[in-house]
C-alpha cells in the first residue's frame, strides 16, 4: 500500500492529529508512487466526492492484521446512528466498510526485505527444485508497482533481491551441481513486443516488432527474443538496469514516471548433478517477474495524444486480463479461456493456468483521491486469489553418446585430479593418522574410475571407424 504524498498530506489536517507522521523514508515513494496534484479537477462522480465535506484527504484502507484489510472504514468523525436516523439518507454518505482477506497484507511502512521475504523467496525454493515461478504486480498507475519490482538504489526491490537470494543459493551447491542461467527481458508495448535488451540508437532505427508462435505442444515462444548468459550476479544487474532504462515511460497527471508498457523479465535455470554417468537428469525451471503497466482514466490523467492511445492500450490488456482470471475462477468444465484477446495474455497462459506457482502482488493508494481504483484492484485480487494451479517438476533425463563418454571420462578425472590435491594438503597438516583416514575414500575413487575408463577405447575405435 503505497503511502500519501506530501500535497496529500498537507490536504489532510485532521490525519496529522489522529495518526501518527509518515515515516521520513516515504519521500523516496513518492518519485514513483506520486499521486494525482492539487490542481486537478473532479465532477460529482469522480473519487473527490468520497472525501470529506471540506475537500480534505480522507484514508479508505485500514489494515487489521497480516490477513485482513477494511476498505472505506467509518470515520471516526462521522455522524452518530442517532443523528443518522434524523436525516435523510442524501444528507450524509454511507461507507462500504467491507473486509478482504489475503495470504499477506503489508502495511504502507513496510519495507521491501518484508515484502520479498512474504511474497517471492518461498518462489526460489521451488525453482531451484524445477518447478516454475511467476510473479506480478497489479494495481492503479502511480500506486508503487514500480517501486516494489525495481526499486531504487537505496532500496532496491524484488528483481535485486530474488537475484542475490538465487545467487548465494546457486554458491551453496555449486560443489554438486553445475548451475546454468539465461536471461531475457521484453515489453508489450501498444499490443506489440520488444526485446529491452538490444542497446537503442538514437539515431538508428527503432527495435524490431517481436512475434509470438505457438508450437504443437501449446507452448508459447517469441520468435527472435534474445537470451543472454550473465556469468555473475554485477553482469546480470547490469542486464537489468540496461532493460529498465530502454523501457518505454511517461510523464503523466497522475504519475510522473508512469510505466507505458507490460514488462516481463524471465530467468531461466538448468541444472544437472556434477556426477558423470552415462544418462543425465536435467532440471529447468523458469522464473518470471511481470511489472504490468497501471490501470487508468483518462479523466484523472488527462491524457492526450499518444497517451491516450497508449492508456486505451493499457486498460485493454488488463480488461483481457481480468476476463482470463474471471473464466478461471467459475471451475466450469472445458469452459473457454479468452488468452487470444490479447498479447499479454497469452504470455501470462502458463503463469495463470499451467504449470507454474503463481504470486500477484496488488499494489493500492490509501487516498480518497484513487477510491475508485483501489476498489477495483482489492475486487481484482480477491478474484485472483480463487485460482488453481497444478504444478509439475520439470525433469529431463538425457542419455549420453558414445561420443559423449570421452568428455564425461575427462571431467570425472579432473574431479579426481582436484579431490587428489585436496587429499594431499590435507595429509601434509594432518599427519599420518589423516592419511590413514584419507586413503578409503580414494582407492573407492580410483575403482570407480577404472569402470568408466573401459569405456575410452571403445569410444576412439567409434570415432576412428573401427
Not at 148 to 157: A, F
Not at 257 to 276: D, F, G, M, Y
Request: with cysteine; hydrophobic share 35%.
Amino acid at each position: 500500500m503505497a503511502p500519501f504524498s506530501e500535497t496529500q498530506n498537507s490536504a489532510s489536517p485532521q490525519m496529522s492529529k489522529e495518526t501518527p507522521q509518515w515515516p521520513s523514508e516515504s519521500a523516496i515513494l513518492v518519485a514513483d508512487a506520486s499521486l494525482s496534484g492539487p490542481g486537478s479537477s473532479y465532477d460529482g462522480h469522480s473519487p473527490a466526492s468520497h472525501s470529506s465535506s471540506n475537500g480534505a484527504i480522507r484514508k479508505v484502507v485500514d489494515v487489521l492484521d497480516e490477513r485482513v484489510l477494511v476498505f472505506d472504514p467509518p470515520d471516526a468523525e462521522s455522524i452518530s446512528k442517532y443523528k443518522r436516523a434524523l436525516l435523510p439518507v442524501q444528507a450524509y454518505r454511507r461507507f462500504k466498510d467491507m473486509r478482504y482477506a489475503f495470504d499477506r497484507v503489508f502495511h504502507e511502512d513496510a519495507q521491501q526485505e518484508e515484502v520479498f521475504e512474504n511474497t517471492t523467496k518461498h518462489l526460489i525454493d521451488g525453482v531451484l527444485n524445477g518447478y516454475n515461478g511467476t510473479l506480478f504486480a497489479y494495481g492503479a498507475t502511480g500506486c508503487g508497482k514500480t517501486h516494489t519490482i525495481s526499486g531504487t538504489p537505496e532500496k532496491p526491490g524484488i528483481i535485486f533481491l530474488t537475484m542475490q537470494e538465487l545467487y548465494e543459493r546457486m554458491q551453496e551447491q555449486a560443489d554438486e551441481k553445475t548451475i546454468e542461467i539465461s536471461l531475457s527481458y521484453l515489453e508489450v508495448y501498444n499490443e506489440t513486443i520488444r526485446d529491452l535488451l538490444i542497446p537503442a540508437n538514437q539515431d538508428g532505427p527503432k527495435p524490431a516488432i517481436l512475434h509470438l508462435r505457438e508450437d504443437s505442444s501449446k507452448k508459447i515462444s517469441i520468435a527472435g527474443l534474445s537470451e543472454h548468459h550473465p556469468k555473475d550476479m554485477d553482469a546480470l544487474m547490469d542486464l537489468v538496469f540496461m532493460g529498465n532504462a530502454n523501457r518505454t515511460m511517461s510523464p503523466t497527471e497522475a504519475n510522473a514516471t508512469s510505466s507505458r508498457s507490460h514488462a516481463v523479465l524471465q530467468i531461466n535455470i538448468c541444472q544437472r548433478l556434477k556426477t558423470a554417468d552415462v544418462s543425465e537428469d536435467f532440471t529447468v525451471a523458469t522464473l518470471s517477474l511481470i511489472d504490468l503497466a497501471g490501470s487508468e482514466r483518462a479523466s484523472a490523467t488527462k491524457n492526450r495524444g499518444n497517451r491516450l492511445i497508449e492508456g486505451a492500450n493499457i486498460n485493454k490488456s488488463l480488461l483481457a486480463l481480468g476476463n482470463c482470471i474471471n473464466a478461471l475462477c467459475d471451475n466450469k468444465p472445458k469452459a473457454h479461456i479468452p488468452y487470444r484477446d490479447s498479447k499479454l495474455t497469452r504470455l501470462l497462459k502458463f503463469s495463470l493456468g499451467g504449470n507454474c506457482k503463481t504470486v500477484m502482488i496488488a499494489c493500492v493508494s490509501p487516498s480518497t483521491q484513487h477510491y475508485e481504483e483501489t476498489h477495483n484492484t482489492l475486487k481484482y485480487a480477491n478474484r485472483a486469489k480463487n485460482i488453481k494451479t497444478k504444478v509439475t517438476k520439470n525433469t529431463l533425463n538425457v542419455d549420453r553418446h558414445v561420443s559423449e563418454y570421452v568428455q564425461a571420462i575427462y571431467e570425472l578425472r579432473q574431479e579426481t585430479v582436484r579431490g587428489n590435491n585436496s587429499k594431499d594438503a590435507s595429509y601434509i597438516s594432518g599427519g599420518k593418522d589423516s592419511r590413514d583416514r584419507i586413503r578409503p575414500g580414494a582407492g573407492t575413487d580410483v575403482h570407480y574410475l577404472g569402470s568408466i575408463a573401459g569405456l575410452e577405447p571403445v569410444a576412439s575405435r567409434l570415432r576412428n571407424g573401427i
